[in-house]
């Protein structure tokens, strides 16, 4: 659910939060999504004010509209990706469609590159991001994590789901890559901005002189894959949720398999700029219902996701 974030975090902190067991073989579906739609929901249901409980809440410039436009990185499968038609599927549609009928909002989503969209966010393109973004500190603060600069005035967080960053390779190949300390040597391929890209980094400066890790960063995740997949590279890394995915789907099961644990516990947030406290507090309260009313459990058992479920939705509890 995942590094987007930018998905970008500190290695010490990662965008993704643990899952534990989320198993590969299951019920994770193959569907996806397009780079922009105004679907509600897989029940073509479409939200309205009169029937939604909590519509009140939100910002009366987004009632009457009727849409909450949302930055996201639409490659990033099972979290959000392109089905055959082009429809826009996955954990974060299904949620955003089950918290518009609490708000009375159509979610539409729109493709942008994930390093891109705290940036999209800020400039108002976007009124939220939803891309299995991990909640820091630093993005709260608006700090940049490779510099440690302030580049804005950063972003609240409404968390929603934990994940953990996995290392995976070519199946039956796994080049002696058990612990992130094995790459050293080798070549990884991952999403540029994300979480895995800020482990890679870290660890690239403690291999030795003689053996150094090479990373090579693409705009998504799937790209990443194929460069993989063909043979450019020792091991990828992302988010557990989408190395489970890739290793369920890719080649029928016959292209990946995942090597070692998850590392860099952290959740998922839907980024809103710090000027829209109402609107924060509006999905905070819909993402609550969706979870007592039993919606949550169902999609994310959907999607084989059940181990990464929350409780109750957190303002800013990335650390």
Known sequence: MTARSTRRTTAAHSRLAAVG???????????????????????????TTTSAPLADKLPKSIRDKGVIKVGSDIAYAPVEFKDSSGKTVGIDPDLAAAMGKQLGVTFQFENGTFDT??????????????????DTKDRQEGIDS???????????????????????????????IKTWSDLCGKKIVLQRGTVSEDLAKA???????NKKL???????DQQAQTRLRAGGADAGSSDFPVAAYAVKTSGGGKDFQIVGDQVEAAPYGIAVAKDQTQLRDALKAALDAVIDNGEYEKILQKWGVTD????????????
Not at 29 to 40: E, I, R, V
Not at 119 to 131: E, F, N, P
Not at 168 to 176: A, L, N, P, R
Not at 308 to 319: D, H
């Open 308 to 319: 990464g479920a929350v409780k109750e939705a957190t303002i800013n509890g990335g650390k």
């Open 146 to 176: 490779d510099t440690g600069k302030k580049v804005g005035e950063g972003v609240d967080f409404v968390d929603y789901f934990t994940a953990g960053v996995s290392i995976y390779t070519k199946k039956g190949d796994d080049q002696g």
């Open 117 to 134: 969209l705290i940036t999209g966010l800020r400039s108002k393109r976007y009124d939220i991001a939803m891309s299995a973004m991990t």
């Open 214 to 220: 090479s990373i090579e960063a693409f705009d998504n």
């Open 203 to 209: 660890e690239a400066k403690k291999c030795p002189a």
């Open 21 to 47: 067991a989320i198993a590969v073989a299951g019920t994770l579906l193959l569907t996806g999504c397009g780079d922009q739609t105004k679907d509600s929901g897989s029940d073509g249901e479409t939200a």
